[in-house]
């Protein structure tokens, strides 16, 4: 009997789903306290943003909000400033991932092995990853500082050279924050490396060294292409966060109103033109745009980039 | 079984968010709003002594967001002392806010609608705040008050902080300048005097003996060092103005301002000014760069914080140029009501601003400054006796307050002043010459003008 009617329960497509709700329902409610907060806090003010860069919404709330249609990205499109900043970005996230993923595959490689000395190197290496940004940008800025005091300067000095003037030159603005970013990222690209190479079968290299595959030959042919999901992973996820500079560019450039961006805009990032027009422009209109244009920037670039990944992956 | 857990599972959601509402509730006034509900207790003494004042006179609170450091939150703090020691039911709380973080803050205060009533800020912040409905017009709602304080403001400050329209949305609160300083006994060891330039020759002459000296980049400048700011002073003393006097005009593309951003490059290519955004005062202090170009602000503490070359510099005006007169950059801090404010509290708060415009008022500000080395510089020559420093102090203010000038408050000059910043920097590196220099600076200017 009991046997029937379970049969029978099990059969009813409605049964079935209202099983499947009693299932999931205290799941869903115990999430409920989540989804509320990442609802009020992700999803409305995304969706809200999104409003905001059709309108000349000044950041006050008693100033009336009038719809004003594209034009805030028209005007940005327009916008030499918003130009220099994507150049610049541009810049930066190229050098700023390629070196930081090479740097990082070479530092996994070659500490890969599980010695004492190899052990602390590695820390060492990981060390600026744990450290707060902002704490080692503030010290960096003190290195590159212009004039015979700067750390930098001494060491150039001791060595004959002459006073560089690093942060009152646009030239230097650029190598100094993909600098300072390779410090901090090369550690943490060799963490996620090391973690793809201990993924890879070891009998692999075993076999291909008894077929007499020299070391170099082994590392093209087996583990740089076996490392392609970890490299995809570094690089897609480095260059999303690279694109959204902005502590390093708002502490290096002084963060004052009429000095961000540094000399000639050589530091300005598309986050701290966002954040120049959003909080001391009151044009939040204009700066939830370009939130939006970056965003679409990102997710196009992202995007092709996984795109070429499994390109790769299909032809290899 | 199933049932009792959802009614469980609801109670406990219902609880929880009842909970994160009482937090709300208890917490945000408290943040926000704090003076507000305390004034009552605090007053209650007072009522027993004065019922007929406080039936007359609602009990206010004021809280006013003071931008700068702790020495500007205490000065604003000892004129309230002053002020509320007269007015039993009105309490005023200034709370200091780092210029670092202060327009960021004032701009979230203005989004939600709730925050100071009153703050002090940036030159500018009036107009931009005003414009956008942000700060309330004084000159609106309480003329006669407005009409004194004109009369008791320099005119070339007043027309700094006050459009052409005539919307007073901030007043001067007080007065900083760009200003010169020598090291006198670097001064006197390649010249023979101590005798500091007056003119742009005798500015420019010091800068080559220095240079033959050894000196090779003999001038620091710090604020306003490669931008606007800088170049605004030289403009002046060129004879040049941005605007006409109407604002109907731009006029940047004139011989006057040509020879001021002549001038103004010259520093870099020929004196080897450094370019950073603030360098450090070190290479001042260490004597590699005897001349140096600051703000007045650094004068109270400079003995005390740089003892080592305490006695050995001074501070001096602007050199005068083509125009004859020394003009400077002039900056400080405004003080105006946030639009929000209910209405009593704007009443208390234009009379509390007014109150900073009396000899009380004053007297209390420098007062408090004098204790702190420093020297009030107020928005009005007629106020400098009021302040406790010697004569040559005072004529020294007075001599700042009728040279100095701030930016114009001509529609878009805010908006178009990166324009100008962006145009000296590119023909200070080389990538543009003087002439095209001035026709960007022009064009931006118009642009936004235009606008």
Known sequence: MTAIARGSQAANPKVRHQSKISKYLPLYGMMLPFLLLFFVFTVWPLFRSIQLSLTDYTGIAAREINFVGVDNYRTLLSDERFHTSLWNIARYVFFTVTINTIVGIILAVVLQAQGKINQITRTLFFMPAVTSGLATTVVWKYVFRSDKYGLMNILIASLGGDVIRFLGTPKYYMPIFVFISIWGGCGMTMVFILAGLRSINPELNEAAAIDGADSWRRFWTITLPLLRPTLLYVVVTGTINAFQLFDMAYIISGGGQDSMGGPLDAGLTPLLYLYYLGFTRFNIGLASALAWILFLVIIVLSLILLRIGRFTEDTL | ?451
């Open chain 2, 1 to 451: 079984m199933e049932k009792r857990f959802y009614l469980l599972l609801v109670l406990v959601l219902v609880l929880s968010l009842a909970g994160c509402q009482q937090v709300v509730a208890t917490e945000a006034p408290a943040t926000e709003e704090p003076v507000i509900e305390e004034p009552e207790a605090t007053e209650e003494p007072e009522a027993t002594e004065e019922p007929e004042a406080t039936e007359e006179a609602e009990s206010v609170s004021l809280l006013i967001w003071v931008t700068g450091g702790e020495t500007d939150g205490g000065m604003v703090q000892a004129a309230a002392d002053a002020y509320t020691a007269e007015h039993h039911n009105v309490t005023i709380s200034a709370e200091v806010v780092p210029w670092s973080d202060a327009h960021t803050k004032v701009l979230a205060a203005a989004a939600a609608g709730s925050g100071p009533d009153v703050i002090t800020g940036g030159m500018s912040w009036g107009l931009e705040l005003g414009q956008n409905d942000g700060m309330i017009d004084l000159n609106a709602q309480y003329p006669d008050i407005v009409k004194d304080i004109q009369e008791h403001t320099m005119p070339n400050i007043w027309e700094a902080i006050v459009p052409a329209t005539g919307e007073v949305y901030a007043v001067q609160h007080y007065a900083t300048v760009n200003m010169m300083y020598y090291r006198t006994d670097i001064l006197e060891e390649v010249t023979g005097s101590t005798d500091t330039p007056t003119t742009w020759e005798e500015f420019t002459d010091l800068l080559d003996q220095l240079q033959a000296a050894g000196y090779d980049a003999p001038l620091l400048w710090r604020w306003g060092n490669t931008d606007w700011m800088g170049y605004h002073g030289f403009l002046y003393q060129a004879g040049g103005t941005y605007y006409s006097p109407d604002c109907s005009e731009v006029t940047l593309n004139t011989p006057e301002a040509a020879q001021a951003l002549d001038f103004m490059l010259e520093l870099y290519s020929k004196y080897n000014t450094p370019t950073d955004a603030w360098p450090d005062q070190v290479a001042f202090v260490n004597g590699d760069a005897p001349v140096m170009i600051d703000g007045n602000w650094i004068i109270p503490d400079f003995d005390l914080t740089r003892p080592e070359i305490a006695g050995l510099w001074t501070p001096a005006n602007m050199p005068a140029g083509p125009s004859g007169k020394s003009v400077t950059f002039l900056g400080g801090n405004i003080i105006g009501i946030m639009s929000y404010t209910p209405q009593a509290s704007q009443d208390v708060a234009a009379d509390f601003i007014h109150y900073l415009y009396s000899q009380e008022g004053v007297e209390a500000q420098a007062n408090y400054i004098a204790s702190q080395n420093g020297i009030f510089i107020p928005p009005y020559d007629g106020f400098v006796d009021y302040i406790p420093v010697n004569d040559e102090l005072k004529a020294s203010v007075v001599d700042i307050l009728a040279t100095a000038y701030g930016p114009p408050s001509c529609p878009g000059f805010e908006a178009g002043n990166p324009g100008i910043t962006k145009a000296i920097q590119e023909a200070i590196f080389g990538e543009i010459d003087a002439e095209t220099a001035l026709e960007k600076m022009q064009a931006a200017l118009e642009e936004t003008l235009n606008q």
